[in-house]
């Protein structure tokens, strides 16, 4: 289905070096976010690799109150976007020191939490949050990766 899917994707940070691969996870887990949510319209996602400083600069534009997100889903500026995808990769090797997870689940995550941000699904409450998080589980069980959080045996 989201073989209409074009990802394209930009380093302007110079603070961590992008493992090799990356790119191709962040395309697998935008495809696969789409195919799940069913969404087969001829799309492109930009994605910008940031550090901890490019990510609070595009967190003040958009005047949100997140505190040390490691990704932002801007809305599109063009047509023929589903907007962009700011991930600090800074902030992801961060966290992976702090839950013992390896880079490739961070990238993996926030691309499937970013791209959901961008078809407009957000952590809004309790009840909404626990049923993103449970479709964020089963589309990393799709790509291969054990989910952050425990759902149930149907994975």
């Given amino acids: 289905m989201a073989s209409n899917l074009k990802v394209i994707i930009s380093n302007p940070q110079t603070v961590i070096k992008i493992p090799s691969g990356t790119r191709m996870l ?6 696969a976010t789409l195919d799940y949510e069913h969404y087969d319209r001829r799309i492109d ?15 003040e ?4 109150n997140f505190e040390a997100p490691e990704v932002i889903a801007l ?8 907007g962009t995808l700011v991930i ?13 997870r390896p ?20 952590y ?3 009840s909404v949050k626990d049923a993103q998080m449970y479709k964020e589980a089963k589309i990393l069980t799709l790509l291969g990766y054990s989910p952050i959080v425990v759902v149930d045996n149907e994975l």
């Fill in 45 to 59: 996602v930009n994605v910008v690799f940031a550090d901890n400083q490019m990510l609070h600069e595009y967190d």
């Fill in 124 to 126: 809004t409450d309790q």
């Fill in 103 to 122: 880079f490739e689940m961070g990238i993996v995550y926030s691309a499937v939490h970013g791209v959901l941000n961008l078809l407009g699904q957000y």
């Fill in 75 to 82: 809305p599109p500026e063009e047509d023929g976007s589903l």
């Fill in 88 to 100: 600090s990769v800074e902030r992801i090797t961060e966290l992976t020191k702090v839950y013992n």
């Fill in 26 to 31: 962040i395309r697998r887990s935008c495809h």
């Fill in 61 to 64: 534009v958009r005047n949100s």
